[in-house]
T-cell receptor, first 116, second 112 residues
């Protein structure tokens, strides 16, 4: 079974440009999460989708970030316009929904974004 | 609200020595606790998890962690360090289906 995949693995852009990150969750996983790690800091939650709906977007830093999950499958995270402080590693994770009180989140390899 | 504190952003041990990575948590609900590992140039891998069953949790690669509610701790241990254990380790807490809250990470160096 394929794991969570993310594209691209690396992206280098200039300040003011637009970048779109993509995440493909594990097939059948309704929950999809985005996280970000800025260098030297903690991995921080950005938002949580349940199918195509945003369940929790309390971690989104500002309105330059737009996340979508059309059809409840893959998700994109667009940064427009990118700023220097957006540099970091963006992780995606997915999990099932079941009757259990907890379902493990499986993480992708991350996208390393560098804004120059 | 949940938070995690990892004591020591860098830990060095000799090969064959005990590995002890410290983690304390804060949670307003019964917590689910995790240790993740990130090897160089790889993604996050779940090492072990506590989900309210046994308080001593065994994970992959010989690691284990003990949940101590009275101390709000979830320290990670391994009896004998191997060179391949060199990586960054993250302690994390969750309330179930909610977001995972991570600690700042501890980089483990294993000295031959």
């Amino acid at each position: 079974e394929a794991g969570v995949t993310q594209f691209p693995s690396h992206s280098v852009i200039e300040k003011g440009q637009t970048v779109t990150l993509r995440c493909d969750p594990i097939s059948g996983h309704d929950n999809l999460y985005w996280y970000r790690r800025v260098m030297g800091k903690e991995i921080k939650f950005l938002l949580h989708f349940v199918k195509e709906s945003k369940q929790d977007e309390s971690g989104m830093p500002n309105n330059r970030f737009l996340a979508e999950r059309t059809g409840g499958t893959y998700s994109t995270l667009k940064v427009q316009p990118a700023e220097l402080e957006d540099s970091g590693v963006y992780f995606c994770a997915s999990s099932q929904t079941s009757g259990a009180s907890y379902n493990e989140q499986f993480f992708g390899p991350g996208t390393r974004l560098t804004v120059l | 609200a949940q938070s995690v504190t990892q004591l020591g952003s860098h830990v060095s041990v000799s090969e064959g020595a005990l590995v002890l990575l410290r983690c304390n948590y804060s949670s307003s609900v019964p917590p689910y606790l995790f240790w993740y590992v990130q090897y160089p140039n790889q993604g996050l891998q779940l090492l072990l998890k506590y989900t309210s069953a046994a308080t001593l949790v065994k994970g992959i690669n010989g690691f284990e962690a003990e949940f101590k509610k009275s101390e709000t701790s979830f320290h990670l241990t391994k009896p004998s360090a191997h060179m391949s254990d060199a990586a960054e380790y993250f302690c994390a807490v969750s309330g179930g289906y909610q977001k995972v809250t991570f600690g700042i990470g501890t980089k483990l160096q294993v000295i031959p």
